[in-house]
Each structure stands twice: as C-alpha cells, then as structure tokens.
C-alpha cells in the first residue's frame, strides 16, 4: 500500500506500526480518539529526499469505513478537497483522506511547494491501493440537507466523543458507549438565518426498538423533564431543544434551535428521510 | 437538572447552577513565597501580566536564540515584580527551596531548552541547589525533585489543543495526576481543580508562556501544522496562571480572526481558563482584571 520511493523521494527506515494499546506511545494525548472511532492499527511511513522537507505518512486501519469517515471529520476541515479517496482535504502542504477502511494524513515537516506535490503523489498512491471506497454513517443521510450543514459531520461512536463535540451531559443518557450504537451531529443552519445562527442536530442509531425507547425515556427524564409529551421544550438560553423517535431504530435530536418551529421542522425532516420520503 | 438525580447536563451550566451547586470552590490563593505558603491572602485588585516581544528572537529557520530568549526573560521577570529581575528570583526562590521546572515536550512546540536553561541558572544565581532544581514534563510524578518540590516554575508553548480547546498554563499540571484522561470531560474544564492537589497546590511561584511561534489551529492526528503557527516572537509571564492564559488565549484568538477572516470559535471551547476563575478561583481571567504590561517589539502584537 505504500510507495517506496515517489517523486524523487524514497522511504526513509522501517515501517512502525501501532495497535490500539501502543498508538499513545505515537500519537500525544489524541490516541484515545482513534480508539474511539475503532482504531486496528495505524502504520507509519517517513519518505526522505537529499534537501527536501522529511514527509510522514499515517495511515489508519479502523474497524469500519463509519470509522474512517470520523476520522476524517473528527477535525474542522477548511481546505481544499484534493480528489484523493472518498473525501480529502489539502491544508498547505499536508494531505489527509479516508477512503475504505483507511484515514490517511501526510504531513511533510516544512512547508514547500515541492513536498505538497510529493504529499500529493504519495496520497494518490495510497488511495489507489485501497480497494474499497467505503460508505458514510447510513444516518448521515438522514441530516437535513448539505446545504444548510456547515462544518464537518461528525460521527460519534462513543459518548466520549460526543463530549468532545458538544457536551450534553455527564451521564450517557443516550446509550452511546452500548454495543450497536452510534451517532452523527451536525451543524445546521436555519431555514430562515444565518451561519452564525446554526444549532446542533444529533441522530442516534440504536440496534432495536426496545434501546430507542429506553434511550429516548432517559433523554428525557434527564434532559428536558420540561418537554412533556410534545418532546420540545425551551431551554435556559432562549433557545429550543426537542427529542423524536425516528423509524423504528433512531432518535433525532435538535440542540439550541433558534425557534420551536424550526427545532420541530429539522426533525420533521429526519423523520420523512428515514421513512423513505424526500422532505 | 440533573440526569436520572446525578451529574450535571448542559443545561445545569446554561443556567449558571453549576457553579454554585459544584462547591468545592478554593479560597481565592495568591502564589506561594517562601515561608508564607500557607497563608491566605486577600487577591490583588489586578493580576500582572507581562508580554515581552523581540522581533530576533527566531533565527531564519525558526529556532529560538539563546541569548535574546535570556534577555525577554529578564525583562519580563523585572517588570512583573518591579525590581531587577536578579532581586525578584531571590524573593521568589530561596536556598531552601526544592524546584520543580515543569516544562512541555511536545514534539512540534516543546518548550525551548534555552529557555529551561536559562530559568535553571537564575534559581541557582537566586540560591537554589543545582541538584535541588529538576526539568521535567512527563516524568514529574516519578521524579525525586518533583515529589519533594518545594516550589515550581510552569514553562509552555501555549496551542490549540484537541481535548482542552488550547494547551495552556492550567493544562501544563494535567501530568501530575495519576489518570489525565480523567480530566478530559467537557472539554477539560475542570484542569484548575489540578492545581489544588497536594503535589503542586500553592507551589507555583513563576508561569511563563512560551508564543514564539503559536499554534492557533490543529489538524490531522498530531493536531499539527505548520501552516497553522507564526511567528508572534513573544513571552508572556506572571504569577497569576490563569490571567497569563486568558491573555494567551486572547491572542489566539485574535489571530484566529485574522486568518478565518470572522469570529472563529474553537473547535473544543478552552473553557478551563474561564472555569478557572469563575469556579475555581484560582486566579483571574477577565481582561478588567489584568494588568497587562506590554514590552518590545509591537508589530502585530493582537492584545
């Protein structure tokens, strides 16, 4: 999978390769994020040429392509898409993709022209050896449209990483860290506003409906006792937040909509989305 | 509100309940001297800080120089305590003390040899035991020095940061608990409550913040690029952590202004430094309550 020599470089030393227990001893303090998106292993690789910047490559075998799509968004990505694996992104010099089962990141160690080429070249190589091209979360395709999401969506496996992206409470009132379930969030923009005014919109997947019920029952009790029946209720920052069971296997949630309706709208999206109707 | 009758939510913060029904907040402490460490001091009405920038410190690859590192140092340390910066290690540090310089060794924006070195030589000009003086980062609560520490010095690059919204003064302790992923909920908001343990409560006499070359945002896996750091060229230095933060902080976020070209929140709020006030209070992070002291070089300098 990777080149041994591109560009007018060639491979510096052994490949290293680290599994989930050892990724710490590489990677400082972010490894418990790749073990939370199902890290296997991660093999790295340093390029060398005779004046040139020294260029490392990553690459991240996770458990599922949901795995390396969360990756890959587990940052805010503001650069430019490169056409390398499902999606990518150049910033600078540095080049990181997913693509199968596989995050990729390249990072040469200084900035130059000529070693984002070679990053370039090295990432096309990588992605070409990869075979499978990988699916998004399926519920990623039950956010309202990419239009109105703004960032990256996030996937969240784990309520560690739910934490991470926007804290909701301390205990797991949604069931994250349970076998089988899974969630996105996003960022939205209201129908009628602006960037500026997006709120959250998390849906979580459970494995029957026995767990959306119990999950759903506890958001409730712990989060919005104030909902009632309706599962929306405005919060102490003006703002509304409303709960949905959506299909027979998920619950959408709006976080800090700007208004009740729009908050009941966005779910009322999720909802036709996963009942097979175009919103 | 609390989830099935235990821990907090969102919402318990959004309401401002968290603070009050939390508890535990210490006593307003001031920075340890010698032989007062364990009295309690009413706060000062402004908490110093010192920003001291020279346009050489970077050679043209980047590297810090020595000597010019040395010079802003004493600057800084002179102009925070208001007198020669010799006289304000003496009154800082004594020949008594034991002296943990805890320092940051990541590898893209560790903190500059030349700077622990130069802090190792004015503890021993100020009296201290070379042997009694130890730098270290990941080793501290293994090491000798540490456990028996007397004193300590707090020296980091500050940075974006994955888990903490910004790698910061405050964050610099997480290595002395036994468990730092522990402290890794809600975006690490509680790091303060770091700073009352018994290895470092009331110890840190000198906090100096390294923005030679800051990083202002992370990606990838090593939450690093280049392309993300510039060079500011400055130190900030006090005695008060979390207003040498909050001041750190404010430049980051200037320069995230500048480069996103609008209001750019981090992707992980660093609400650790404000938590640190407002919950812990372990110092202040209010600008009305700084006194900012600006020194150097002024081009750019955000704050």
Redesign the interface.
Request: aromatic share 8%; hydrophobic share 45%; glycine share 10%.
């Given at each position: 999978m990777l080149p041994s020599s591109v560009a007018g470089y060639a491979v510096s030393g052994p490949e290293t390769r680290y599994g989930p227990d050892d990724l710490h001893d590489y990677i400082d303090g972010a490894a418990e994020v790749y073990r939370a998106f199902g890290l296997r292993e991660a093999r790295v690789l340093r390029w060398e040429k005779p004046g040139a910047p020294e260029i490392v490559a990553d690459v991240f075998e996770m458990g599922s392509a949901e795995g390396a799509f969360g990756a890959f968004h587990h940052d805010v990505r503001e650069g430019h898409p490169a056409g390398i694996g499902r999606e990518s992104e150049r910033a600078g010099a540095s080049l990181a993709f997913w693509k199968g089962r596989f995050f990729v990141s390249i990072l040469p160690s200084e900035e130059t022209g000529a070693a984002g080429e070679a990053v370039r070249a090295i990432g096309g190589a990588i992605a070409a050896a990869i075979e499978d091209e990988g699916d998004p979360p399926r519920l990623a395709g039950l956010l309202p449209s990419a239009s109105r999401t703004v960032r990256s969506v996030r996937f969240v496996p784990s309520k560690a990483l739910l934490d991470r992206y926007f804290f909701l409470a301390d205990e797991d009132l949604l069931d994250l860290d349970a076998e089988e379930v899974e969630g996105v969030l996003a960022s939205v923009v209201p129908r009628e506003g602006a960037a500026e005014d997006a709120y959250r919109v998390l849906i979580v997947g459970y494995p029957d409906e026995g767990a959306v019920g119990r999950a759903a029952g506890r958001f409730l009790e712990g989060y919005l006792p104030d909902a009632g029946e309706s599962g929306l209720a405005r919060t102490e920052n003006g703002r509304w937040t409303a709960v949905r069971r959506v299909g027979g296997r998920a619950v959408a949630i709006a976080l800090d909509a700007p208004t009740r309706d729009e908050a009941d709208s966005a779910l009322g999206e999720i909802a036709m989305r996963e009942g097979g109707e175009k919103p | 509100?609390?989830?099935?009758g235990?821990?907090?939510?969102?919402?318990d913060?959004?309401?401002g309940a968290a603070v009050a029904a939390i508890g535990g907040a210490a006593a307003p402490r001031v920075l340890a001297e010698p032989g007062n460490e364990a009295k309690p001091q009413a706060p000062p009405s402004k908490s110093r800080v010192v920003l001291v920038r020279d346009a050489d410190v970077l050679d043209g690859e980047g590297n810090a120089r020595g000597p010019v590192l040395e010079r802003m140092l004493d600057l800084g340390v002179a102009a925070l305590a208001g007198k020669p910066a010799a006289d304000a290690w003496k009154a800082w540090f004594s020949a008594s003390d034991t002296v943990g310089i805890k320092t940051n060794v990541?590898?893209f924006l560790p903190t500059p040899p030349d700077l622990e070195r130069a802090i190792r030589d004015r503890l021993v000009v100020a009296g201290v035991k070379a042997e009694r003086i130890a730098v270290d980062d990941r080793g501290v609560r293994q090491n000798p020095v540490f456990r028996e520490a007397t004193a300590l010095v707090n020296v980091r690059p500050m940075r974006t940061?994955?888990?903490s919204g910004v790698g910061s003064l405050l964050k610099n302790y997480i290595m002395f608990v036994e468990d730092p992923?522990a402290w890794?909920?809600?975006?690490c908001a509680d790091l303060a409550g770091i700073w009352k343990l018994p290895a470092v409560a009331g110890k840190t006499r000198l906090n100096v913040l390294v923005l030679l070359t800051p990083l202002f945002?992370?990606?990838?896996?090593?939450?690093?690029?280049?392309?993300y750091t510039w060079p500011y060229r400055g130190l900030l230095v006090g005695r008060d952590p979390v207003a040498v933060d909050a001041t750190g902080l404010r430049i980051l976020e200037a320069k995230r202004r500048l480069h996103?070209g609008a209001d750019e929140p981090f992707?992980?709020p660093p609400k650790h430094i404000r938590a640190a006030e407002t919950k812990h209070a372990l110092g202040v992070a209010d600008p009305a309550k700084i006194e900012l002291i600006k020194l150097g070089w002024e081009e750019g300098v955000m704050v």
């Amino acid at each position: 999978m990777l080149p041994s020599s591109v560009a007018g470089y060639a491979v510096s030393g052994p490949e290293t390769r680290y599994g989930p227990d050892d990724l710490h001893d590489y990677i400082d303090g972010a490894a418990e994020v790749y073990r939370a998106f199902g890290l296997r292993e991660a093999r790295v690789l340093r390029w060398e040429k005779p004046g040139a910047p020294e260029i490392v490559a990553d690459v991240f075998e996770m458990g599922s392509a949901e795995g390396a799509f969360g990756a890959f968004h587990h940052d805010v990505r503001e650069g430019h898409p490169a056409g390398i694996g499902r999606e990518s992104e150049r910033a600078g010099a540095s080049l990181a993709f997913w693509k199968g089962r596989f995050f990729v990141s390249i990072l040469p160690s200084e900035e130059t022209g000529a070693a984002g080429e070679a990053v370039r070249a090295i990432g096309g190589a990588i992605a070409a050896a990869i075979e499978d091209e990988g699916d998004p979360p399926r519920l990623a395709g039950l956010l309202p449209s990419a239009s109105r999401t703004v960032r990256s969506v996030r996937f969240v496996p784990s309520k560690a990483l739910l934490d991470r992206y926007f804290f909701l409470a301390d205990e797991d009132l949604l069931d994250l860290d349970a076998e089988e379930v899974e969630g996105v969030l996003a960022s939205v923009v209201p129908r009628e506003g602006a960037a500026e005014d997006a709120y959250r919109v998390l849906i979580v997947g459970y494995p029957d409906e026995g767990a959306v019920g119990r999950a759903a029952g506890r958001f409730l009790e712990g989060y919005l006792p104030d909902a009632g029946e309706s599962g929306l209720a405005r919060t102490e920052n003006g703002r509304w937040t409303a709960v949905r069971r959506v299909g027979g296997r998920a619950v959408a949630i709006a976080l800090d909509a700007p208004t009740r309706d729009e908050a009941d709208s966005a779910l009322g999206e999720i909802a036709m989305r996963e009942g097979g109707e175009k919103p | 509100m609390s989830g099935n009758g235990s821990g907090l939510t969102r919402r318990d913060f959004l309401r401002g309940a968290a603070v009050a029904a939390i508890g535990g907040a210490a006593a307003p402490r001031v920075l340890a001297e010698p032989g007062n460490e364990a009295k309690p001091q009413a706060p000062p009405s402004k908490s110093r800080v010192v920003l001291v920038r020279d346009a050489d410190v970077l050679d043209g690859e980047g590297n810090a120089r020595g000597p010019v590192l040395e010079r802003m140092l004493d600057l800084g340390v002179a102009a925070l305590a208001g007198k020669p910066a010799a006289d304000a290690w003496k009154a800082w540090f004594s020949a008594s003390d034991t002296v943990g310089i805890k320092t940051n060794v990541w590898r893209f924006l560790p903190t500059p040899p030349d700077l622990e070195r130069a802090i190792r030589d004015r503890l021993v000009v100020a009296g201290v035991k070379a042997e009694r003086i130890a730098v270290d980062d990941r080793g501290v609560r293994q090491n000798p020095v540490f456990r028996e520490a007397t004193a300590l010095v707090n020296v980091r690059p500050m940075r974006t940061h994955h888990w903490s919204g910004v790698g910061s003064l405050l964050k610099n302790y997480i290595m002395f608990v036994e468990d730092p992923s522990a402290w890794h909920g809600d975006s690490c908001a509680d790091l303060a409550g770091i700073w009352k343990l018994p290895a470092v409560a009331g110890k840190t006499r000198l906090n100096v913040l390294v923005l030679l070359t800051p990083l202002f945002h992370s990606v990838g896996p090593h939450d690093y690029s280049a392309k993300y750091t510039w060079p500011y060229r400055g130190l900030l230095v006090g005695r008060d952590p979390v207003a040498v933060d909050a001041t750190g902080l404010r430049i980051l976020e200037a320069k995230r202004r500048l480069h996103f070209g609008a209001d750019e929140p981090f992707p992980v709020p660093p609400k650790h430094i404000r938590a640190a006030e407002t919950k812990h209070a372990l110092g202040v992070a209010d600008p009305a309550k700084i006194e900012l002291i600006k020194l150097g070089w002024e081009e750019g300098v955000m704050v």
